[in-house]
C-alpha cells in the first residue's frame, strides 16, 4: 500500500499498487529493448547508385581499334576523353575507385537492414520490468535527487491535472519533496565541440516522467520544467529506463496506477 499525494502536498488515502510493480529485473532484456526501440529511429545512409558513373569512359586495348590505348603504356583504369589529334586522345582516368571523381569501392547501400528486431511480448515485458524499476529506491537513487523522499512510487491525486501554471507546477513539486530534482533537470549546460553548430547547443540531465490519463492538458505546466508528461497506454521503453538502465524517476496520477490494473 502507497498513500497518494494531495495537491497541497499532504497524505491521502493508502492504494494498492498493480502486479505489474512485481515484475523481476532482467538488466540484458531492458537493455536489448531500449535498443531495439532506437533502432527504429535511425537514418538510412546510402549513396546515389549513380554517383561518380556519370562519364564515358570507354577505353579499348585492342590494337589497331579506333580509340584504343595499345601501345601506348596505359593500365587498364577507364578513362574520358579530354581532346583529341586525329586518333591520338589525351585522357583523364575516370569512374574508377582509384581516380579523381569516381565512384566510391564499397558504398553503404539503402537495402542494408540497420534495424534491430525483438518480439512484441519481450518489448512489453522491458516496460514492464522499468516501470517496476521505478520503483526500488536504490536504483532510481543512483539517477535522481530524491530529498526527503523514502517510498516509492510517487503517486499523486488527480487534482495534479488542473495546475495549468508553470510556476504552480514549481511550487508543487517543491512541496511534495522534488526541489533538489527540480533544479538538477532544469539546469542546462552548453555542450562541447561542433554539436553546438548543428541545433544542440544545450545539454540537458535525462528527466522526471509524469503519467497522468489527461497528458495534454497535464503538459501545459510540466513540460517546460524538462518533465515528460506520458498517458499510461503511450509509455515506451525510453520513457521507462535510464537509457535502458532501470531507475527513472516516474511520478503517477491514482487514474493512472488504476490504468495499470
Known amino acids: 500500500m502507497v498513500k497518494t499525494i494531495l495537491a497541497d502536498g499532504t497524505k491521502g488515502e493508502d492504494i494498492a499498487l498493480p502486479e505489474v510493480f512485481n515484475t523481476k529485473l532482467n538488466y540484458v532484456t531492458l537493455k536489448k529493448a531500449f535498443l531495439a526501440e532506437q533502432s527504429e529511429k535511425f537514418q538510412l545512409k546510402y549513396t546515389d547508385p549513380m554517383a561518380g558513373k556519370r562519364k564515358v569512359a570507354r577505353l579499348t586495348k585492342r590494337r589497331r581499334s579506333y580509340k584504343t590505348s595499345y601501345g601506348r603504356g596505359l593500365d587498364r583504369t577507364p578513362r574520358k576523353t579530354l581532346s583529341r589529334v586525329g586518333t591520338n586522345f589525351q585522357y583523364a582516368g575516370a569512374v574508377a575507385p582509384n ?89 542546462r549546460k552548453i555542450r562541447s565541440g561542433k554539436g553546438k553548430l548543428r541545433g544542440r547547443k544545450y545539454k540537458k540531465k535525462l528527466s522526471v516522467v509524469l503519467v497522468t490519463d489527461k497528458a495534454e492538458k497535464a503538459s501545459r505546466a510540466f513540460s517546460n520544467l524538462n518533465m515528460i508528461v506520458k498517458a499510461p497506454s503511450s509509455l515506451s521503453v525510453s520513457d521507462v529506463s535510464q537509457s535502458g538502465r532501470p531507475g527513472r524517476l516516474i511520478i503517477w496520477t491514482k487514474s493512472a496506477i488504476e490504468a495499470l490494473r
Open 99 to 187: 581516380t579523381v571523381g569516381g565512384r566510391e569501392a564499397h558504398p553503404p547501400k539503402a537495402e542494408k537492414n540497420i534495424r534491430k528486431e525483438i518480439n512484441k511480448k519481450e518489448k512489453k515485458l522491458a516496460i514492464r520490468m522499468g516501470i517496476a524499476s521505478s520503483a526500488d529506491l536504490k536504483e532510481v537513487s543512483k539517477f535522481h535527487k530524491l530529498g526527503s523522499i523514502n517510498e516509492l512510487p510517487i503517486i499523486l491525486d488527480d487534482k495534479v491535472n488542473d495546475i495549468n501554471k508553470t510556476k504552480d507546477a514549481v511550487k508543487f513539486l517543491s512541496v511534495i519533496g522534488l526541489k533538489q530534482e527540480l533544479e538538477r533537470i532544469t539546469e
